[in-house]
């Protein structure tokens, strides 16, 4: 059954009217007819199963057959502070994190980032969030991860350390002493629903002066092994190794 985000505006009492331009992607793309079943989402942490009623050109209406709760969720909040990138990696980021569960990811402005400016970040703001719509669709997400505004880096540490568990993965912890390993640092943690938030570096990493000053605010650095990763591919590894270790991958 397709699956769509909806604004919750749309629904009224057991009906739902579709608008814009999701009714040519149902009518001409999907092909969807009067007694087709859909699922929508109005990000209330509800499902509703809809049987079509009308397709036009304007409008697609149907009525709620099913009201459920939204599966799809993981138990661990997880947000994703990362560095932005060049190119589509940052968007990979976004539709893999959306894949794997993360709720919340933060576009990061740090010392490295090749676009440093806030402006030029929020410009790409409505594309990012339609990745994420479509993934979160396709992999059946219960509510839609929020994208909120680019932040630099240190106001960014402000904000996670409010927000429970914060974690930096560095490359170079691999080699400090005493840097703690990501499972004894969750399972200190204590029991999950817990909120987790994960800063990644951009291409180049995080500079010494941002890991110390991250330490300060409570960010606890950890390490994903001996191997250096690309940045878009460190904060999935981090989620997924989160997620497992909770028990959210079951
Ligand atoms: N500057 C580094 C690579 C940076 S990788 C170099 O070229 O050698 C980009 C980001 O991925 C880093 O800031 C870090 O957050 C994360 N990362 C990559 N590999 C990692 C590892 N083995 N352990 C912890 N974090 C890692």
Same mark, same amino acid.
């Given at each position: 059954?397709?699956?769509?985000?909806?604004?919750?505006?749309?629904?009224?009492?057991d009906?739902?009217?579709?608008?814009?331009?999701?009714v040519?992607?149902?009518?001409?793309?999907l092909?969807?007819?009067?007694?087709?079943?859909i699922?929508v989402?109005?990000d209330?942490?509800?499902e509703?199963?809809?049987e079509?009623?009308?397709?036009?050109k304007?409008?697609?209406?149907?009525?709620?057959?099913?009201?459920?709760p939204?599966? +799809?969720?993981?138990r661990?909040?997880?947000?994703?502070?990362q560095?932005?990138?060049?190119g589509r *990696?940052?968007?990979?980021?976004?539709?893999?994190?959306t894949e794997?569960?993360?709720v919340?990811f /933060?576009?990061l402005?740090?010392? *490295?980032c090749v676009?440093a400016?806030?402006?030029?970040?929020d410009?790409k703001?409505?594309r990012w969030?339609?990745?994420i719509l479509?993934? =979160?669709?396709?992999?059946?997400? $219960?509510?839609?991860?929020r994208?909120?505004? =680019?932040?630099?880096? *240190?106001?960014?540490?402000?904000?996670?350390?409010r927000? $429970?568990?914060?974690?930096?993965?560095?490359?170079?912890?691999?080699?400090m002493?005493?840097?703690?390993s990501?499972?004894? /640092?969750?399972?200190?943690a +204590?029991?999950?629903p817990l909120?987790v938030?994960i800063?990644?570096?951009?291409e180049g990493?995080?500079?010494?002066?941002e890991? =110390?000053?991250?330490r300060?605010? +409570?960010v606890?650095?950890i390490?994903? +092994?001996?191997r250096?990763?690309?940045?878009?591919?460190?904060?999935?590894?981090?989620? =997924?190794a989160?997620?497992y270790?909770?028990?959210d991958l079951?």
């Amino acid at each position: 059954m397709h699956r769509f985000f909806i604004p919750p505006d749309w629904l009224e009492e057991d009906k739902v009217t579709i608008v814009g331009s999701l009714v040519h992607q149902m009518r001409n793309v999907l092909r969807l007819g009067p007694g087709d079943h859909i699922v929508v989402l109005d990000d209330s942490g509800w499902e509703r199963e809809v049987e079509i009623a009308r397709v036009g050109k304007e409008h697609v209406s149907g009525q709620v057959v099913d009201k459920r709760p939204a599966s +799809g969720e993981p138990r661990t909040q997880i947000t994703l502070y990362q560095g932005v990138l060049k190119g589509r *990696r940052f968007e990979f980021a976004l539709q893999k994190g959306t894949e794997l569960g993360i709720v919340e990811f /933060v576009p990061l402005i740090s010392d *490295r980032c090749v676009i440093a400016n806030l402006d030029d970040v929020d410009k790409k703001r409505e594309r990012w969030q339609r990745i994420i719509l479509e993934a =979160a669709e396709q992999s059946r997400r $219960g509510r839609l991860p929020r994208l909120r505004p =680019a932040t630099l880096f *240190r106001l960014a540490c402000e904000n996670a350390r409010r927000e $429970g568990l914060s974690l930096i993965p560095w490359e170079e912890a691999h080699d400090m002493e005493g840097v703690a390993s990501l499972r004894s /640092v969750l399972q200190e943690a +204590g029991q999950p629903p817990l909120s987790v938030s994960i800063f990644v570096g951009p291409e180049g990493g995080f500079t010494p002066d941002e890991v =110390a000053l991250a330490r300060q605010y +409570g960010v606890t650095p950890i390490t994903l +092994g001996p191997r250096i990763l690309r940045a878009e591919t460190a904060g999935l590894v981090a989620a =997924a190794a989160i997620l497992y270790e909770l028990g959210d991958l079951e």
